[in-house]
Structure formats: structure tokens, C-alpha cells
């Protein structure tokens, strides 16, 4: 259950750190029924900022519906709580982000499956300002430690791949793994994507392709991750949530291709616009031979 007098996520700010109590990296992870592994993701990723010797914080909003003591064991962990408004996996990060106090911001699950070492990979490139955004690429053998549930077996492995080239084509980023869950990003990105529903809708499964249709390929970096059997809770991918990701992909899609095509002037469709531009010739007339 989720204790009373955690914090709601607070409104969207600018994107700056606050002066009081703030970090330089805030880690979001969001959670459902994760008791088992919160406490260990929490103590991890502060750990990890301490390694690269920077002020962390661990922002961890809890799912409505959780009924675990995941909320107590991640205050345990020395982690901030955020009890969530909205529903969904990208509700529950950009609510984090919106209570985080540091300006730039990485995302991993909280059961078990990511690495809070391999933050310090993610986090690198951002802190020296080489990328905006940077997303953590599992193996293709790794990606098999998630298979289970409502959707395990051959059927998921086919469905990840035909998702994973579809974000690809709808991001226009050949990212190697663009639906991983842990990435890397500044704040005031999420932010920005929290006060635009069209970049953004509401309900999205997978808030990184959001973000990898939003930032210049120049600025995008990708880093190996680890990938593990997860230690706690049990897969939230379903159906529904397949059917939610291929909403999110077609309107991807019909976004960037809406954002390529110039505006239609009157008469497109009837005239082509060589026709209207070029002018007609006179025509010569040869002299005729007897």
C-alpha cells in the first residue's frame, strides 16, 4: 500500500535545480508492486552518483495500484516518494520528473532488470555535454531475460523485433535498442514533453521514443547495458499495453511524416507545380523543302 503523506509530483517547472535539498542527477524509477528489488535499484543508483562523484537523488513514484511494501522498503533505501496521478508507464516518469531537483535525469526500472551500475555509462556523456540524450542498448541475447508473462515465449521475441524496427522507422533513428527502458536525458526535456500532449500523449507506453523523435541524431548516444532475469513484481506487458505501443507508434509516424511534407497550395492536386512555373514555348515553324 502506498503510505499517506508521500508527495504528489508537483507542477512542471523550468528545468533548473531547486536551491534547496537540490541534486545534480535525479533517477526516476517508476513502480508497481517491486518490494523485492526497489530497495536495492534505490541504494544502487545513489551509489552510482556517488561514483561519479556528483549529488544524486533516487525519485521513485509509486503506481496507485500498488499493495506491496514497495513504497517502504524505496523511503527505506534513501529514496524519495512520489505517489502517482495518472496511469501508465510514462505518467509515472514524467511525474517523477516533474518532484526531481536535478537538471539532468535518467530513467531505469525498478525491478532489478537494469544495472544501477551502468548509470555511470549513460550519465558520462551528458554531464560533458556530448549528447542530449543517451539510451542504453541491450544485447539481443539479454533481451530474452525479460520474456515471460501474459506475452512470453517466440510470439514476444517476434513481436519486440517488429516493434523495435517500427520505432525505428516512426523515430527515424536507427537506434540499436529504441525500446529500451533505461536512458538518460536533461529534465527540462521531460518537462517539455509533459506540457506538449501532441509530442507526447497521454497514456504512451514507451516515453523514449518520444524523446528520440524530439532530439537532432547528432545528439543521441547509445551505450551497452546489462540486462537481468528481474529479482521482484512480475512483467505489466500485455495485450493492452502491445496495443497502446502501436498507437503510440502510428502517431509517431503520422507526426514525422505530417512534419516532411511541405503545406499544399491550391491547384496541387490538379496541376503539378512544373506545369504552373515553366512557360510555354512558342512554337517554330521550319521551312518547308520541294
Do not use: N
Not at 21 to 47: H, N, Q, T
Not at 116 to 141: E, H, I, K, M, Y
Not at 251 to 278: I, N, Q
Amino acid at each position: 500500500m502506498i503510505p499517506v503523506g508521500i508527495e504528489a509530483a508537483e507542477a512542471p517547472g523550468d528545468g533548473t535545480a531547486r536551491a534547496a535539498g537540490s541534486a545534480d542527477v535525479s533517477v526516476l524509477v517508476p513502480v508497481w508492486d517491486e518490494e523485492e528489488a526497489i530497495g536495492r535499484v534505490v541504494r544502487g543508483a545513489l551509489g552510482a552518483g556517488a561514483a561519479l562523484g556528483v549529488a544524486a537523488e533516487c525519485v521513485v513514484c509509486v503506481d496507485a495500484r500498488t499493495v506491496d511494501g514497495s513504497a517502504e522498503a524505496a523511503a527505506g533505501a534513501g529514496a524519495r516518494l512520489v505517489a502517482q496521478q495518472g496511469r501508465g508507464l510514462t505518467a509515472a516518469v514524467l511525474e517523477a520528473a516533474a518532484a526531481a531537483s536535478g537538471p539532468v535525469a535518467a530513467v531505469l526500472d525498478g525491478d532489478g532488470q537494469h544495472d544501477p551500475a551502468d548509470l555511470g555509462r549513460l550519465l558520462g556523456p551528458l554531464l560533458a555535454g556530448r549528447a542530449d540524450l543517451v539510451c542504453g542498448a541491450r544485447s539481443p541475447a539479454s533481451r530474452r531475460c525479460g520474456f515471460g508473462g501474459a506475452l512470453g515465449g517466440l510470439w514476444r521475441r517476434v513481436g519486440s523485433a517488429a516493434f523495435g524496427g517500427l520505432a525505428r522507422a516512426a523515430t527515424g533513428v536507427a537506434a540499436p535498442d529504441p525500446l529500451t527502458g533505461m536512458f538518460a536525458c536533461r529534465t527540462a526535456d521531460l518537462r517539455a514533453l509533459a506540457a506538449d500532449p501532441a509530442a507526447c500523449p497521454p497514456g504512451g507506453y514507451k516515453l523514449l521514443l518520444a524523446l528520440l523523435a524530439g532530439t537532432p541524431s547528432e545528439r543521441v548516444a547509445h551505450r551497452p547495458i546489462t540486462f537481468r532475469p528481474r529479482t521482484g513484481g512480475a512483467s505489466h506487458m500485455s495485450v493492452r499495453t502491445s496495443i497502446t505501443l502501436a498507437r503510440q507508434l502510428v502517431h509517431l509516424a503520422r507526426r514525422r511524416s505530417s512534419a516532411r511534407l511541405p503545406p499544399r497550395r491550391r491547384g496541387d492536386a490538379t496541376r503539378p507545380a512544373r506545369a504552373r512555373t515553366e512557360r510555354r514555348r512558342p512554337r517554330t515553324l521550319r521551312p518547308t523543302t520541294k
